[in-house]
C-alpha cells in the first residue's frame, strides 16, 4: 500500500500535478468566495482532468482509487474547516456569514386567526411589492397589498383576514 502511495505521487507527470493543483485552488476558492459555482464546477472537471491524466500515465487502479480518495478526504476537510470557521473563526466575523436574524424581536409569528386586526391601520415598514411589513399598534405584521406597490412609510388599512394572510389597501 505504501508503495502505491509513493509511486503514486513519485512518477506523477507534470499535467497532472498542474490539473490536480489548479483543482484544488479552484475547490479552496469556490469555498471562499460566494458566486454562482463557476470555480467548484471548473474545480471538479480540473480534478477530473488531473485523475484522467494519471490514469494515461500509467497508474493503477489502487493508485487511483488513493487520489480520489484523497481529494474525497480534502474536500470533506475543507468543508469541516469552512463550517468551524463560520461559527466560531474568522469567517464568522465576515460578511460571507449572516449571523442576525433580518426579523426583529417585536415581528409577529402568531400563526393564529388574525380577524382582531380586520379595520385597523397601520404604516408599511418595508416596501410592499406586493408583500411587506406593517406596523399595527406595536407590532410588525408581514401583509399584501391589495393593489399596486406601496412605498415605505404609506398609511394602510386591513380589508380582509384570511387566517394568517392579511389584506391592506392604501388609505
Same mark, same amino acid.
Given at each position: 500500500?505504501?508503495?502505491?502511495?509513493?509511486?503514486?505521487?513519485?512518477?506523477?507527470?507534470?499535467?497532472?500535478?498542474?490539473?490536480?493543483?489548479?483543482?484544488?485552488?479552484?475547490?479552496?476558492?469556490?469555498?471562499?468566495?460566494?458566486?454562482?459555482?463557476?470555480?467548484?464546477?471548473?474545480?471538479?472537471?480540473?480534478?477530473?482532468?488531473?485523475?484522467?491524466?494519471?490514469?494515461?500515465?500509467?497508474?493503477?487502479?489502487?493508485?487511483?482509487?488513493?487520489?480520489?480518495?484523497?481529494?474525497?478526504?480534502? %474536500?470533506?476537510?475543507?468543508? +469541516? #474547516?469552512?463550517?468551524?470557521?463560520?461559527?466560531?473563526?474568522? @469567517? !464568522?466575523?465576515?460578511?460571507? *456569514?449572516?449571523?442576525?436574524?433580518?426579523?426583529?424581536?417585536?415581528?409577529?409569528?402568531?400563526?393564529?386567526?388574525?380577524?382582531?386586526?380586520?379595520?385597523?391601520?397601520?404604516?408599511?415598514?418595508?416596501?410592499?411589492?406586493?408583500?411587506?411589513? %406593517?406596523?399595527?399598534?406595536? +407590532? #410588525?405584521?408581514?401583509?399584501?397589498?391589495?393593489?399596486?406597490? @406601496? !412605498?415605505?412609510?404609506?398609511? *394602510?388599512?386591513?380589508?380582509?383576514?384570511?387566517?394568517?394572510?392579511?389584506?391592506?389597501?392604501?388609505?
Amino acid at each position: 500500500m505504501w508503495n502505491e502511495i509513493i509511486t503514486l505521487f513519485s512518477e506523477m507527470d507534470t499535467l497532472s500535478i498542474i490539473f490536480l493543483s489548479v483543482g484544488l485552488a479552484l475547490g479552496i476558492i469556490e469555498a471562499v468566495v460566494p458566486g454562482f459555482g463557476i470555480f467548484g464546477i471548473m474545480s471538479i472537471i480540473m480534478t477530473i482532468t488531473g485523475v484522467i491524466f494519471r490514469i494515461v500515465a500509467g497508474a493503477s487502479i489502487t493508485q487511483v482509487f488513493i487520489l480520489v480518495s484523497l481529494f474525497i478526504v480534502f %474536500v470533506l476537510l475543507l468543508i +469541516l #474547516v469552512f463550517t468551524y470557521s463560520a461559527r466560531f473563526g474568522l @469567517l !464568522s466575523r465576515s460578511g460571507l *456569514v449572516e449571523n442576525h436574524s433580518t426579523i426583529s424581536a417585536d415581528y409577529s409569528n402568531d400563526k393564529n386567526n388574525f380577524a382582531h386586526l380586520l379595520g385597523k391601520e397601520g404604516v408599511t415598514q418595508t416596501i410592499c411589492k406586493p408583500v411587506g411589513k %406593517v406596523m399595527i399598534g406595536d +407590532l #410588525v405584521y408581514q401583509v399584501f397589498s391589495n393593489g399596486p406597490y @406601496l !412605498s415605505k412609510g404609506s398609511y *394602510v388599512k386591513v380589508i380582509e383576514v384570511d387566517g394568517s394572510n392579511i389584506i391592506v389597501k392604501k388609505i
